[in-house]
Nanobody
Framework: QVQLVESGGGLVQPGGSLRLSCAAS????????MRWYRQAPGKERELIAT????????NYADSVKGRFTISRVNAKNTAYLQMDSLKPEDTAMYYC????????????WGQGTQVTVSS
């Protein structure tokens, strides 16, 4: 059974930092692309960061480029999202998502972790 478990969310002041983790189990982690999404109240879910299976290529939404960094450690079956210079508009539920490199029907979601940026 595949599981993705996010952690690391919380309340942080504007300008602060958080690091989210996504621990995966039940799959061959190195065969999966990892993504981070977020969804703010009343808004659609937004793709914010992607990292390829070996970690060689990353992509970011314009809204987080230069502030957020996605990474992964395949030996630990874990992906990360380092979030710096946080803004109130970054407040959202953050979800990790994974999709098999070749078998796109093998896609899974975590339960989400809340990030609140407020003074």
């Amino acid at each position: 059974q595949v599981q993705l478990v996010e952690s690391g969310g919380g309340l942080v002041q504007p300008g602060g930092s958080l690091r989210l983790s996504c621990a995966a189990s039940g799959l061959t982690f190195s065969s999966y692309t990892m993504r981070w999404y977020r969804q703010a109240p009343g808004k659609e879910r937004e793709l914010i960061a992607t990292i390829t299976s070996a970690g060689g290529i990353t992509n970011y939404a314009d809204s987080v480029k230069g502030r957020f960094t996605i990474s992964r450690v395949n030996a630990k079956n874990t992906a990360y999202l380092q979030m710096d210079s946080l803004k109130p508009e970054d407040t959202a539920m953050y979800y990790c998502n994974t999709v098999h490199v070749y078998r796109r029907e093998r896609a899974y979601w975590g339960q989400g972790t809340q990030v609140t940026v407020s003074s």
